[in-house]
């Protein structure tokens, strides 16, 4: 097991019933998550087309290639609620393990042994299949199409100036929010980071302006002082301990993909893309992609240094109390949190929109904050006073 995976074989929380799922999983039943890589459906079963299991938003996902084409489904036959991806794709369709029951990629029941040639077939001897789509060599699986939405996008994917590389997926004790705050702070480099990323005594970040608008969060960074991670990749120490990291663009596609992208020289840049997906409310699983200029530096050199950053913010991530994103009243923000702080208010908003149906929600989710050049313009609080 990779050490950016966490065990969870013992985790008995969603077991015990310590956490509640609640709206919040309805209102992202209307987005667009990952649930697996290309490959891992390939190796899933001899034959590589599955069927294989995933979990989103607490709900049993099969995912298979029936007749050429990816589907995805509730992981439950109709005939006895059996999990379906312990049977097998063939020619035929999706056969169930249990009594031979196969299902076209339509979701439709072709054949039930039981039965005699021409009988009569049940009509509501179907699967419930959800939408899925193949991009950026995951798939992509949407519970709810009620909502007009869009799979995130991934500008380095099409760019042929970049190579990208994904990493392997990894699964955390923590929620989808955590994981996307974690991802944005940079204040917590210094600490969480030192000697990687983080060179103390630079601990204090300005307040960046945030634009909110075409359902993203975006902001830049400007360029700061870190410690060097024992090699050149991101180019030479700028100090004997350190290298300078450039400004750089976040970019939040609502609810949980990020892009951040650095501009090093004319000639080199970089690009990590990341969506937590959420298995339920205290688990995500995320998918990730390191790109870079094309250029003949090996991949494992920009996969390693990932792998150290990540591997420094697991046993930290993974303590948050609550393992959810706290309420205003019970975590206490400052101004350099300014992008989580606007991040969490547009959850919320999104959140409760979704309960008055999805015309609210839309609205919602295309609301529009374009902020000054003045850092702060749109966030009335007080540098250093507790903020939700």
Not at 232 to 239: A, Q, R
Request: charged share 25%.
């Amino acid at each position: 097991m990779s050490s950016i995976n966490q065990d969870l074989s013992h985790d008995t929380r969603a077991r015990d019933g310590i956490y509640d799922l609640g709206s919040r999983a309805e209102t992202w039943r209307h987005f667009w998550h990952p649930v697996a890589t290309l490959d891992e459906l390939r190796e899933a079963k001899p034959g590589g087309r599955g069927p294989l299991q995933s979990t989103l938003l607490g709900e049993k996902v099969g995912i298979a290639e029936i007749d050429g084409k990816i589907v995805a489904f509730e992981d439950r036959c109709p005939h006895r609620g059996v999990a379906l991806t312990l049977g097998w794709a063939e020619d035929e369709g999706l056969r169930c393990r249990y009594h031979g029951w196969c299902f076209d990629n339509t979701g439709k029941a072709t054949e039930i042994p039981s039965l005699p040639p021409g009988a009569t077939l049940p009509a509501r001897a179907r699967l419930k299949q959800y939408d899925c789509e193949v991009r950026y060599d995951l798939i992509w699986v949407r519970l709810d199409s009620s909502l007009d939405t869009q799979i995130p996008d991934f500008p380095g994917w099409d760019d042929e100036s970049m190579h990208c590389i994904m990493g392997e997926p990894y699964l955390w004790a923590c929620s989808s929010g955590r994981r996307m705050e974690n991802f944005m702070d940079v204040t917590h480099f210094p600490f969480a980071h030192q000697g990687t990323l983080g060179a103390p005594p630079n601990t204090v970040f300005p307040v960046y302006p945030v634009d909110q608008a075409d359902r993203r969060l975006t902001w830049k960074t400007e360029t700061f002082l870190a410690a060097n991670p024992g090699s050149d990749t991101y180019g030479p120490p700028t100090h004997p301990d350190s290298v300078m990291i450039p400004p750089a663009r976040y970019v939040i596609e609502m609810p949980f993909s990020i892009t951040l992208m650095f501009t090093w020289t004319e000639t080199f840049a970089t690009q990590i893309f990341m969506h937590a997906t959420p298995i339920d409310g205290i688990t995500c699983r995320s998918y990730w992609f390191t790109c870079h200029t094309v250029d003949d530096s090996a991949d494992e050199v920009h996969l390693q240094l990932q792998d150290m950053v990540l591997g420094e913010d697991l046993p930290v991530v993974v303590t948050h109390e609550p393992a959810r994103i706290g309420e205003p009243n019970e975590e206490i923000s400052v101004l350099p949190d300014k992008p989580m702080i606007l991040w969490r208010r547009w959850i919320r908003e999104l959140d409760i929109a979704a309960r008055r149906g999805p015309e609210e929600l839309q609205a919602a989710l295309d609301q529009v904050a374009i902020e000054s050049e003045e850092a702060g313009v749109g966030l009335t609080v007080a540098a250093g006073r507790p903020v939700g």
